[in-house]
């Protein structure tokens, strides 16, 4: 098999890493996650704006991450926890990175790329109307906001936003996201 | 009618509705993964608020964050409020933001071109 996912998790593990988890994705752990972060960013960022900003942008990649999970059958992993990902938060250069990682059912990846790919290519205006009509006219289900995680994280980064297919089976894919923070 | 308060948590704002004096706040953080369970009586009061409202609602908007789950619900919270407005009744939206938070003053400007009320933009220097 080409895919190995300790590979990935290190590759990801770049720069200074503030936090890196690879494992079960909970809504505990992001509970967690999420006041650990806060009290580290107060330690190492001074700006009151830089530090709410990446903030905003870590719940929002954490709760998609939640939701978007795909579990890969027992059959073919009986080793991985169960909603299996990885999240990596690091600081490069001048830059914060927020890095998350999740298997997803090769059938999900067109649409996937496609929405991505619209997102990357919009300006900030037009970002802010696409915003505003989904905000408007999408009806939105108990599992998330209709698209609205996505491009809110690429309006708060001005496109800062990249992202990896590696094929694991015939069935499976893994989906590594990528969101650069300039500071 | 019964009035709301609601204390702030790591993931929900703090809330207060009253009817007798016509004041809304929501205020602090709003993330959690699923909102419209929290907002769900929230818009239902507002509802019922609307049936006989005050001559004059004032709304107090002060988030340090909220997530995308929050912002559909805030936006049924803000139509409620326009419906209010519709039938001749003066609303009041004062949208706090925290000094140089450009992002959170561009969410209220956001709302405020999406449902028919003028806001109060109020930039909170420490």
Redesign the interface.
Known sequence: MSFNIDERYSKMNQGEVLLAYKGSITAELITNVLGVVESKLDHVIDKSITKKKIYNILVESLQNLYHHVDDLPYMVNESMDIHFGIFVISKMDESYVIRTGNFIKNEKIKKLTERLDKIKSLTRDELKELYKFVLNNQKFSDKGGGGLGLIDIARRTGGGVDYEFDNYDNDYSFFSFKITIDN | MESIALEGT??TPTVNMDGATGIVEIKGRS?P??S?EFYRPLVEWLEEYSKEPQQLTTVNIQL??F???S??CI?DVFKKLEAIKKARNEVIINWYY?E????ML?AGE?YE??IRIPFKMIEVVD
């Not at chain 2, 140089?100 to 992002?103: F, I, L, S």
Request: aromatic letters at 4%.
């Open positions: 790591p993931k993330i993964e699923n419209i340090e964050y997530n995308t789950s912002s559909k936006l925290e140089d938070d450009e992002d561009e956001d071109s999406i």
